[in-house]
């Protein structure tokens, strides 16, 4: 596998619902919540469809200082969903691996 260089997705306001394409190809999905002041929510379905706290609550959460690594085979146009639970303008660090 071929890790690609990281993406940093900027979240300008908390409790906003901000996206990520994931790459077509992609084998292995890290991100990373560096902030020490705000969780992060991350999710799958949009609000609009039913994901994240809206509603359903159908959402994860990443503690900061963590990461999360997924593995699998991501088909193209497959897209996550992060927010920010408090505090403004943070981020979240975002890595890909690829076949060579």
Do not use: C
Not at 36 to 43: A, G, N, P, Q
Not at 60 to 74: D, P, V
């Amino acid at each position: 596998m071929t890790v690609r260089p990281h993406v940093t997705l900027n979240l300008p306001l908390a409790a906003t619902e901000y996206s990520f394409a994931i790459p077509a190809g992609a084998q292995q999905l890290t991100f990373q919540n560096r902030e020490e002041d705000t969780d992060l929510y991350y999710y799958f379905n949009s609000n609009a469809n039913g994901g994240g706290p809206g509603k359903d609550g159908n959402y994860f959460t990443l503690r900061s200082g963590n990461a999360k690594t997924l593995q699998g085979h991501w088909n193209n146009g497959q897209t996550i969903y992060f927010q920010a639970v408090s505090n403004t303008n943070r981020n979240v660090e975002i890595e890909y691996a690829t076949d060579p």
